[in-house]
């Protein structure tokens, strides 16, 4: 199965979210011994996105932490600030990738 | 966190006493299916893949009999709490090899409310380190139940 651009980047957010807590799993007794290859299957999996779209990620992530976030009921949760209703049916295919006017970042859509 | 803030976050639709789940692999599937299912979660794969990447880093299998998979996502929208138990235990690579009876699959958003997931965490590692809480766990067949044990009524 192919993987969508939109689904590759959130993967690897959601590896990017697991790093950043590598330190608080490990003080409540978690095993993080493969921590390296964690980071291995990080740069393959960036490996596999698009230069300028891995680059969009980055920048973002350095700017607003985030580079991705949920959009619920039609809310951004980065900004909270309403996204027409029209694109959330595109945005739902996770085909496009759609950016809030208001911070930037790329919008997933959770319902 | 306190045992009664803890229950909050269960669901009964995210209760299985008896997994059908024979191995690592087939148990995650199993409990994520159940957020799939009651809709917590719209994309089942993105968080299959977050969950493999999470064991990756370590077996969430941290040993007694016990696993708790978990991860944060961007395709969840709030921290949730499944519970799956099984009588023959499943190879799970946990860290003392043993196999694992109890399962608590907690899926958080990237960012919760209130920063509960580390401290939902460190609260079910507490009680799970208990072995009296554990044997009584194994025995639980009702989400009622099991919800007294959690608040340890
Ligand atoms: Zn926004």
Redesign the interface.
Known sequence: MVKKDLELLVSLQDIDLMAEEVGEMEKLGFSVSGYSELKKAREELAASISKPLLFRYERLRAKLKRAIVPVKNDICLGCFLRQPTSIGVKGREDEEIFTCENCGRMLYWLD | MHRSELAKYFKDNLFVANLKARSKESAIAELLDLFVTE?YI??R??VL??LH??E?????G?GKGVA?PH???????EVLIAFGKTENGIDFDA?DDKPVHLFFMVIA???DEGNVY?PI??SL?TILNEKSNRDKLLKVTTFTDFMALIKGE
């Open positions: 809709k719209r994309n794969d993105i893949e977050m990447q999470r990756t880093l370590g077996s969430t941290i708790i991860g944060r996502t961007t395709a969840a929208s860290i958003p990237p960012n580390l965490l460190g590692v």
